[in-house]
Nanobody
């Protein structure tokens, strides 16, 4: 079994900053891509940012220049530094990781339980 545990969400005023963390644990052989998604009320879940084990990153256009994704491969942990937050960033943020539990199996996507980020105007 693999678990993803998120932390760092909360309430912040517009223009403020938050840092999300997500630690993966359990039967892990390797993790390729780790990422953050978000889902606002009444909207579909969308990719915010992703990072490969080699450090290549991808961002949604709406967060480029404001959010930074990083990871610590030794700790199986991914971070999301969110600066210049806007009310439209309000959502539940979910951590995602493509985990290979053995070298013989294909990677499987695991999800965290989600953490609420609320940005007040």
């Amino acid at each position: 079994q693999v678990q993803l545990v998120e932390s760092g969400g909360g309430l912040v005023q517009a223009g403020g900053s938050l840092r999300l963390s997500c630690a993966a644990s359990g039967s892990i052989f390797s993790i390729n891509v780790m990422g953050w998604y978000r889902q606002a009320p009444g909207k579909q879940r969308e990719l915010v940012a992703a990072i490969t084990s080699g450090g290549s990153t991808n961002y949604a256009d709406s967060v480029k220049g404001r959010f930074t994704i990083s990871r610590d491969n030794a700790k199986n942990t991914v971070y999301l530094q969110m600066n210049s937050l806007k009310p439209e960033d309000t959502a539940v943020y979910y951590c995602n990781a493509d985990v290979r539990v053995t070298p013989l199996l294909s990677p499987y996507p695991y999800w965290g339980q989600g953490t609420q980020v609320t940005v007040s105007s």
